[in-house]
């Protein structure tokens, strides 16, 4: 299935349905004037390597081009369609998937949509900045295929809410440009994506563990009985490979450089030679970590009981796995609550409720997976030291757990207490000034800032000193 050429990218036949094209097309300048308002700041003339899709099969990913980003072809990209489709899940498992929105699911799908086409643009205003203190030209074009693949992804849900929910789908389109990451009066729906990202390290923390939470949502809506949100969430997942990769590496070469410099000078504060502690990365690590379970939404659900009946959102690989029980009526998930009395009470959730849960441990394993992964930096080093994910009830913000304090162990504490110990699980102040006087740009092809060690190899088979980002004008905020 190759892409058009049109104004609009698309493999979805846009040339064919001339109503559906226009309202897109007068969406677009909005869309790039969002871009220009709020997208990365300070390189619109610069040439970027750029990876774009020219077609939906695996060899469409292949071409590489050095282009402006205001240039990038945002487009409409769907997966092809699987014959004859069945709904894998819920009260009408096994009946013909929808090609049309059902009246009475309406409502639900449009929020579903709407609260993941929110993410895609929240995610861009948070890095917006970021350019602007990169440690290299590699991670520099790596942060823009990031961000130029999430203005795509709001491509994605906005082709949706046109094509199928009429006025109220294109006005739903119009307020996704509108509200803005953090904005005190129009915030964005989500609570992760209100979060300030300020540095290097809180991108690497967000693109390993927030984007993450994006491939499991995308995942449960790639099993949706309404198929064009399938196979438009289906496409959308090949792109978030990237965005984990660019997360898991970025830190494992944090860690890489912070476990060099202490091999280096044993006992010495890695600060003094301008490295980041471990001690730091780690509450990154729980800041960001707690934060993305959050976006699962409550542990008991009635919502994702609805959506799962309904067919609208599944499981993580739902209809890959032919064992499971694809109804869901029957059983409970416990889930353990510490009581004020100090021991834990049993809180059952009937499974259709418990949905949320279900997904976010997948998501939780894959974590796990990382953090190994990470870990294995120590053991190549033989150094005892170990990261490790903070426990499900710590600083949790929705779901059962929210309105109390935990410790990282997820034992119960009083707020003083909390107020006491915060400081030693979650970054201060201080913390994030130190990672601050970090952040200087390193622009040179092939060099590399000097608190994160280079990467392996670079992108698309080129070398590390390739230049992945070719300068137009000179950058006012580079000193010296
Ligand atoms: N912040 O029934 P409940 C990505 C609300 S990331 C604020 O437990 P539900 C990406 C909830 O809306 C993937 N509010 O939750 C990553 C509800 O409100 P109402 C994004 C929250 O509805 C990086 C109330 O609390 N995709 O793609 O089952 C870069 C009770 O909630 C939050 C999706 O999220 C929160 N964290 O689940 C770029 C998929 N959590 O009804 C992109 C679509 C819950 O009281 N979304 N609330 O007004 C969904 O499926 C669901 O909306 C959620 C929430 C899973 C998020
Ligand atoms: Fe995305
Ligand atoms: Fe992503």
């Known amino acids: 299935m190759n892409i058009t050429q049109d ?3 698309n493999n979805v036949d846009l040339a064919s349905d001339p109503k559906l094209r226009k309202a897109l097309e007068t969406w677009q300048p909005d869309f790039l004037k969002w871009w220009d308002d709020v997208g990365p700041e300070g390189f619109d003339n610069d ?20 282009v402006k980003m205001s240039d990038y072809r945002w487009g409409i990209f769907l997966n092809p369609p699987e014959k004859d489709r069945k709904i894998p899940f819920g009260d009408t498992l096994g009946a013909r998937t929808w090609d049309e929105v059902p009246g009475e699911f309406r409502k639900e799908l449009r929020r579903i949509i709407v609260t993941q086409g929110d993410t895609e643009p929240a995610s861009v205003e948070q890095q917006r ?13 790596n942060l823009f295929q990031v961000n130029v693949e999430e203005g795509r992804h709001l ?23 509108a509200r803005r990451s953090g904005d005190k009066d129009s915030p964005r729906i989500l609570e992760a994506f209100n979060k300030p990202t300020r540095d290097w390290l809180a991108f690497y923390s967000f693109t390993t563990f927030t984007d993450r939470d994006g491939k499991y949502q995308l995942g449960a809506l790639a099993e949706s009985a309404f198929d064009p949100l399938s196979r438009t969430t289906r496409f959308m997942l090949t792109e978030e490979g990237h965005h984990m990769f660019v997360g898991e590496t970025g830190m494992k070469r944090v860690i890489e450089r912070t476990v060099q410099l202490m091999k280096q000078s044993p006992g010495e504060d890695v600060t003094r030679r301008g490295g980041i502690p471990l001690e730091i990365i780690q509450k990154y690590i729980n800041e960001w970590y707690s934060a ?11 919502n994702a009981a ?82 490790r994910l903070p426990h499900e009830r710590f600083n949790r913000g929705q779901g059962l757990f929210s309105g109390r304090r935990f410790d990282v162990d997820g034992r119960p504490i009083a707020e003083e207490e909390w107020q006491k110990r915060k400081g030693a699980w979650l970054p201060t102040e ?29 992108i698309n088979d080129q070398p590390i000193h390739h230049l992945y980002v070719k300068f137009s004008d000179a950058k006012p905020w580079v000193k010296g």
């Open 7 to 9: 104004r609009i990218p």
């Open 47 to 66: 040439l970027v390597y750029l990876r774009t899709a020219i077609s939906v099969d695996s060899e469409g990913w292949a071409h590489f081009d050095h």
């Open 129 to 141: 900045l970021l350019g602007k203190t990169a440690p290299s030209l590699y991670d520099l074009r």
């Open 155 to 177: 491509w994605a849900m906005v082709y949706l809410l046109h094509k199928y929910f009429g006025k109220d789908g294109r006005d739903e389109a119009d307020e996704l440009l």
């Open 292 to 302: 993305s379970l959050d976006l699962f939404g409550g542990e008991d659900s009635s």
């Open 306 to 387: 609805n959506y799962f009946a309904a067919g609208l959102k599944g499981r993580w690989l739902e209809s890959k796995k032919p064992d499971l029980d694809h109804v869901a009526l029957q059983g409970d998930y416990v889930v353990k609550v510490p009581q004020t009395s100090g021991s834990e009470a049993d809180h059952k959730i009937p499974l259709r409720r418990a949905m949320n849960l279900v997904l976010r441990d997948s998501y939780v394993e894959d974590c796990g997976k990382v953090l190994v992964r990470w870990n294995r930096t120590f053991e190549d080093a033989g150094m005892s030291e170990r990261f």
């Open 430 to 458: 201080a913390d994030y000034a130190y990672i601050q006087t970090l952040m200087k740009p390193v622009y040179e092809p092939g060099k590399f800032a000097p608190w994160i060690a280079p990467p392996p190899k670079g």
